[in-house]
């Protein structure tokens, strides 16, 4: 009896602690709206909430959270100071921004900063989760808009100092992705709507461009910029 108690107890699966969230936001109806998303998900807890910026630095330091879902643009602090405050204060605790507003150096100095991710508000539906996800791993995760605009960047640098005179377009980076994914050119054609054949030229082109000598050259490429994760 006593052998047949100790192997149900070996079989009752370990406790996991839940993934502690906070939301900054000074609107109310994006912070419903972001628990009640966030709730959708298994294991995720939202702990607490703030309006302002120093709210936001106070509250972080009590509740302690794993991760701060934060907006840029609030009342007393702005977001890049609450993020710096949180980052040296709360070194454990994870920052992913969320912004209605996109901006390129902004983004750059939030990552200087400390933050883990940038997701915009418009894409929140599609890809918060997926951020909230990466973040549970410490992974970092770039709105498509702004790793499209690092990789087109980084390109744009390589030509510059005369390391390569390649230029990938926005469709070729989008292409890129989605090769890198493992999606076959005839995929890759029917979701972005064009022939098979226009895809194969693209890749071509792509493999010239960049002076990729193989595929997992262009994988490596996808991941090193983010376009991908493995």
């Known amino acids: 009896m006593a052998r047949k108690q100790n192997l149900v107890e070996e079989q009752e699966p370990l406790f996991v602690q839940p993934y502690r969230v906070m939301i900054v936001d000074d609107h109310s109806v994006v912070r419903v709206g972001l628990r009640s998303l966030l709730a959708s998900q298994p294991g995720v807890e939202v702990v607490c909430e703030a309006v302002t910026g120093p709210e936001a630095i106070e509250e972080a330091k009590r509740c302690k959270p794993d991760l701060v879902i934060l907006d840029l643009t609030l009342p007393g602090k702005n977001g890049l100071e609450v993020l710096e405050s949180i980052h040296a204060e709360l070194p454990e605790t994870e920052v992913l921004v969320l912004t209605m ?130």
């Open 101 to 230: 507003h996109f901006s390129e150096e902004i983004a750059r100095e939030a990552l200087r900063l400390g933050a883990l991710g940038f997701v915009l508000k418009s894409d929140a539906d599609a890809e918060l989760l997926a951020a909230v996800d990466n973040a549970r791993l410490h992974q970092p995760f770039f709105t498509s808009r702004l790793a499209v605009t690092m990789a087109q960047n980084f390109v744009s640098l390589q030509s510059s100092d005369g390391q390569s005179d390649a230029s990938l377009t926005q469709r070729e980076i989008e292409v890129v992705r989605l090769l890198a994914e493992g999606k076959a050119n005839k995929q890759v054609a029917a979701e972005l709507k064009v022939s098979t054949r226009t895809i194969e030229s693209h890749r071509h082109h792509i493999m010239k461009k960049m002076s990729f000598a193989s595929f997992s050259d262009l994988v490596k490429f996808a991941v090193r910029h983010n376009l991908v994760e493995l």
